[in-house]
């Protein structure tokens, strides 16, 4: 299989001026040959068939599969899915009108009331409900769909169940296998797949923007963009190939990629944070704050804060997790010293972290404080700062003063974690800075560039990072050694969309579907 480029070699290579069209033999051939996803349009040389197009299904993978797809207990509703080539035959088996006879044929997504009986004895009502018919290829899955929509109860819920069971050609689904079905028949491809699986966890409103968007096919888009952007930059070694002289080849697309990659990571993940300082300062006091419980014990004992503490936080719709350390102090308290050293690795190993200073202890004089040695190896430029306990020092303490004292203005509030002064400023410049520092912000989501999510995505990406740098070390003399990089490269990108390789990967993704999924 080939792609077939128009190519102006104008714009490719210097003093000639042809433009012809270009073959270029497909980079990905096994992956052609393994997946269904475009076995109807074209056909392959038989050297590279290494498997059968579509996918080799098992028995018990072929069969009509169902599911309570809604979570189980008491509701309004309770929705069941059945999928596959007997939906239909489902349909007829289990659902009766209001007089008891057959339903009329099926309108795909429209909703018919009906009746769910007993297939063994239909004159047996099992509910009361609606149905809808979705026809292959048209449905979530591809296959034919049948959604059952009963009241959700326990009995209710179960004797439906019970009854599709009874069904020769049904079987219950595996979890994720609806989705999995989708994948097969190339609905959605693997970022899809993550996506929809991350907006079933998603917590924040930053996670749900960013899942809704994988599962809508926007990484996709993007990896299959960049994924012809290199078998461009290959049409045009090709061309060089044969030509025989060239220019350089852009490889900004790609880069910018990979940088977006690790920032995606991060808010999957969530924002580390990093709370330290010296003893006493609040930090504990902070981190209740921002819980808005009594996460951490807070004394007036220096001290007494030793372990890390970790907490989840939603901070201005970002995912943050939020670590309390160890007041950083010389001790010869032998269990304070593991907390010191455990506070110092947390501080270096965050995204991003807050100095808490009590202003009491560290104003010297009205214009100068003194961070504490034990603190100063620890500020880097993703270090902010809280001066904590405002009500302790005469006059109000405002953030201008703390430009005065040789703080970066814009990286330093004052509050008072006892009377609350301040607090409501520092909390939404904090979430400000967060999504800043981080280049997000819920409200204009749609508008930045599509950020990667998984470790999975960015593995692949720096493999074809590496391909691409080795590509761009060959010099003209070596182009057809430099085709091959390129090669290795599309192949990279293309196992995040999971067009190859994707059984191994295939198991992991489904595994933490629930089930109906
Ligand atoms: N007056 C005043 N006291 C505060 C303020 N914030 C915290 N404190 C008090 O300062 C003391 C120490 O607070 P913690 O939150 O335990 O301080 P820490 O930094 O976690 O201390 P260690 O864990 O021991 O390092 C407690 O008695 C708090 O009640 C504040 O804004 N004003
Ligand atoms: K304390
Ligand atoms: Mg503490």
Redesign the pocket.
């Known amino acids: 299989m080939w792609y077939t480029f128009r190519y102006n070699a104008n714009n490719l290579i210097s003093r000639s001026f042809i433009t012809r069209n270009i073959r270029v033999p497909r980079p990905i051939r096994v992956l052609a040959t393994q997946t269904k996803w475009n076995s109807t349009s074209t056909t392959f040389p038989s050297r590279l068939r290494v498997r059968e197009n579509t996918p080799v299904l098992s028995d018990a993978q072929r069969k009509t599969i169902y599911a309570l797809s809604s979570p189980p207990g008491k509701a309004g509703v309770a929705v069941i899915r059945i999928s596959g080539p007997e939906a239909s035959t489902a349909r007829e088996l289990l659902l009766r009108n209001s007089k008891g006879s057959p339903l009329a044929q099926a309108e795909p997504w429209k909703m018919q009331r009906c009746r769910v009986v007993n297939p063994e004895r239909p004159d047996q009502l099992l509910d009361d409900g609606l149905s809808v018919f979705f026809r292959g290829p048209k449905s979530f899955t591809t296959e034919d769909v049948l959604e059952i929509h009963v009241h959700s109860g326990r009995a209710i819920v179960a004797a439906v169940l019970n009854a599709i069971a009874q069904l020769p050609f049904c079987r219950p689904a595996e979890p994720g296998e609806f989705t999995r079905r989708a994948f097969n028949g190339g609905r959605v491809d693997l970022t899809q797949v993550e996506g929809l699986r991350d907006l079933i966890d998603a917590e924040t409103e930053t996670q749900r923007v960013m899942a809704l968007r994988a599962a809508g096919g926007e990484m996709r888009e993007q990896f299959e963009r960049l994924r012809t952007d290199i078998i461009h930059c290959l049409a045009m070694v090709e061309a060089l190939i044969d030509f025989g002289e060239g220019e350089d080849i852009e490889e900004g697309v790609f880069e910018q990629a990979r940088q977006e990659a690790i920032q995606g990571e991060i808010i999957r993940n969530g924002i580390r944070l990093a709370i330290f300082?010296?003893?006493?300062?609040?930090?504990?006091?902070?981190l209740n704050f921002l819980a808005q419980r009594e996460a951490?014990?807070?004394?007036?004992?220096?001290?007494?804060?030793r372990d890390i503490l970790e907490v989840s936080l939603d901070i201005g719709g970002l995912p943050v997790i939020v670590a309390?350390t160890?007041?950083l102090r010389q001790t010869d308290d032998v269990v304070e010293s593991i907390g010191v050293e455990r506070a110092r690795n947390m501080v270096q190993g965050s995204d991003i972290s807050l100095c808490?200073l009590?202003l009491q202890e560290t104003l010297e004089s009205k214009t100068a404080i003194k961070i504490p040695r034990s603190v100063q190896p620890l500020i880097t430029p993703n270090t902010y700062f809280l001066l904590?306990?405002?009500?302790?020092v005469p006059n109000s303490f405002g953030v201008k003063d703390a430009a005065d004292l040789g703080l970066p203005h814009e990286r330093v509030w004052a509050?008072?974690?006892?009377?609350g002064e301040g607090a409501p400023e520092f909390l939404s410049g904090l979430a400000a800075t967060l999504q800043e520092h981080f280049h997000l912000d819920c409200g204009s989501a749609s508008s930045q560039a599509p950020i990667i999510t998984h470790a999975r995505h960015r593995a692949h990406l720096e493999t074809a990072s590496r391909f691409i740098e080795a590509f761009l070390q060959y010099d003209a003399n070596d182009v057809v050694l430099g085709a091959e990089e390129l090669r290795y490269a599309a192949q990279a990108v293309g196992k995040i969309s999971g067009l190859i390789d994707v059984e191994d990967v295939l198991d992991a993704v489904f595994r933490d579907f629930c089930i109906g999924k």
């Open positions: 300082g010296p003893p006493n300062a609040g930090k504990s006091s902070l951490a014990i807070v004394t007036p004992i220096p001290g007494t804060t309390d160890a007041g808490v009590s904590n306990k405002t009500d302790l509050v008072s974690l006892t009377t």
